[in-house]
């Protein structure tokens, strides 16, 4: 959608995780099979699979001006398709990294040297947070490519936008909205320890897809919570300001691979709830945290967080909520919204990025 809001014509090709594959924006994707989540060897099969349709596939990028190639296996059956027409730039997209690939075991070393080898062929690499290139582009990986930051913003179609909620709450107690991927066991137990502690003071409202590897027994668990409660999944954006009005604090935290990809990333809910005007917390010493730290904004909270989080909202008056709102709500939308003029650029940096493999970040 981004690329078409900057005046992209978009071909669409990858793999699917649920059937039917339905078109994405009006584009008809060209399917090449089905991967699960997490089967590192089924998805290899599958990427092999699909290199060998090569001639099939080269159809799809005739008369294109650069090839983006979201995450390794794509990165790897967009160089095949390439072959030797170099003028035509690949550009790698990694958005989080996966754990197998920050591992020190025989498979995570030989990932990260295909990653490298792979990525010494491409022009650029996207990624949606400079933690990523800090603590492992540079340090671990022999990618050594031309950044492009895309940020997880709210993307808005038309560049249609709302102002944000005006300050000021709902009498009651302090609602916290946990949105998104819901896959952290540890944000779900301190959730419950602080609501339960709180006697209701402090509630929960979780939207969303519960991840079943993490919580096989989510609607048994749920239930058992009093302050907290589970409405399903919700339409990003066409829902997100209905979902953010009803709450107070939005729960930016995620230690689903804790001291890894968890504290590197800058999640959707960050940008959703700022452009909503609701406050969100984060962990201090993460990608996150440093974030809100450096404009000034949110709640971060130092560890141990059954402490922070009982001593924060134990010591919270309405007046310095309002406070916290305001700074929220006083950003440049920009800040939190990806807008026409925004794609606009990256299409533009996308379609003038240098075939030859651009070392600007090797030191």
Same mark, same amino acid.
């Given at each position: 959608?981004?690329?078409?809001?900057?005046?992209?014509?978009?071909?669409?090709?990858g793999f699917h995780r649920h059937a039917p594959v339905a078109p994405v924006?009006?584009?008809?994707?060209?399917?090449?099979?089905?991967?699960?989540?997490?089967?590192?060897?089924?998805? =290899?099969?599958?990427? !092999?699979?699909?290199? *060998?349709?090569?001639?099939? +596939?080269?159809? &799809? @990028?005739? /008369? =294109?001006?650069?090839? !983006?190639?979201?995450? *390794?296996?794509?990165?790897? +059956?967009?160089? &095949? @398709?390439? /072959?030797?027409r170099t003028d035509i730039p690949v550009i790698y997209e990694s958005l989080?990294?996966?754990?197998?690939?920050? /591992?020190?075991?025989?498979?995570?070393?030989?990932?990260?040297?295909?990653?490298?080898?792979?990525?010494?062929?491409?022009?650029?690499?996207?990624?949606?947070?400079?933690?990523?290139?800090?603590?492992?582009?540079?340090?671990?990986?022999?990618?050594?490519?031309?950044?492009?930051?895309?940020?997880?913003?709210?993307?808005?179609?038309?560049?249609?936008?709302?102002?944000?909620?005006?300050?000021?709450?709902?009498?009651?107690?302090?609602r916290i909205g946990w949105f998104g991927a819901i896959r952290c066991e540890?944000?779900?137990?301190?959730?419950?320890?602080?609501?339960?502690?709180?006697?209701?003071?402090?509630?929960?409202?979780?939207?969303?897809?519960?991840?079943?590897?993490?919580?096989?027994?989510?609607?048994?668990?749920?239930?058992?919570?009093?302050?907290?409660?589970?409405?399903?999944?919700?339409?990003?954006?066409?829902?997100?300001?209905?979902?953010?009005?009803?709450?107070?604090?939005?729960?930016?935290?995620?230690?689903?691979?804790?001291?890894?990809?968890?504290?590197?990333?800058?999640?959707?809910?960050?940008?959703?709830?700022?452009?909503?005007?609701?406050?969100?917390?984060?962990?201090?010493?993460?990608?996150?945290?440093?974030?809100?730290?450096?404009?000034?904004?949110?709640?971060?909270?130092?560890?141990?967080?059954?402490?922070?989080?009982?001593?924060?909202?134990?010591?919270?008056?309405?007046?310095?909520?309002?406070?916290?709102?305001?700074?929220?709500?006083?950003?440049?939308?920009?800040?939190?919204?990806?807008?026409?003029?925004?794609?606009?650029?990256?299409?533009?940096?996308?379609?003038?990025?240098?075939?030859?493999?651009?070392?600007?970040?090797?030191?």
């Open positions: 959608m981004m690329f078409r809001a900057g005046g992209a014509d978009v071909r669409l090709t924006d009006g584009v008809v994707p060209f399917d090449l099979g089905r991967t699960q989540d997490g089967r590192l060897v089924g998805r =290899a099969i599958a990427t !092999v699979q699909a290199g *060998l349709r090569a001639s099939c +596939l080269q159809q &799809r @990028v005739t /008369g =294109a001006d650069v090839i !983006v190639a979201r995450n *390794l296996e794509m990165l790897a +059956l967009a160089l &095949r @398709v390439r /072959g030797g989080d990294i996966h754990r197998v690939l920050l /591992g020190s075991g025989p498979a995570s070393v030989l990932l990260r040297a295909l990653e490298g080898y792979l990525a010494g062929r491409a022009s650029a690499l996207i990624t949606s947070s400079p933690a990523f290139l800090d603590h492992y582009f540079e340090p671990l990986s022999r990618v050594r490519l031309p950044p492009i930051l895309v940020e997880n913003k709210v993307f808005l179609p038309q560049g249609e936008d709302r102002a944000p909620k005006p300050v000021g709450r709902t009498p009651g107690p302090w540890k944000s779900f137990a301190l959730l419950s320890r602080l609501t339960r502690a709180s006697n209701g003071t402090v509630t929960v409202v979780i939207r969303g897809r519960p991840t079943a590897a993490v919580f096989p027994d989510f609607a048994r668990r749920i239930a058992a919570e009093p302050f907290m409660t589970f409405h399903g999944t919700y339409r990003n954006p066409e829902d997100l300001a209905a979902i953010y009005d009803e709450v107070d604090f939005a729960w930016a935290i995620d230690f689903f691979e804790e001291g890894q990809n968890s504290d590197w990333l800058l999640p959707n809910r960050l940008y959703e709830s700022g452009w909503a005007g609701v406050v969100p917390i984060a962990l201090r010493h993460t990608a996150t945290g440093e974030w809100l730290d450096r404009r000034n904004l949110g709640v971060t909270l130092e560890r141990p967080l059954d402490a922070s989080l009982a001593s924060f909202f134990g010591e919270l008056p309405s007046d310095r909520y309002d406070a916290l709102a305001s700074c929220v709500r006083s950003q440049d939308r920009a800040t939190w919204a990806c807008l026409p003029a925004e794609c606009g650029r990256f299409v533009d940096r996308l379609t003038n990025v240098d075939p030859a493999r651009a070392d600007a970040r090797a030191r």
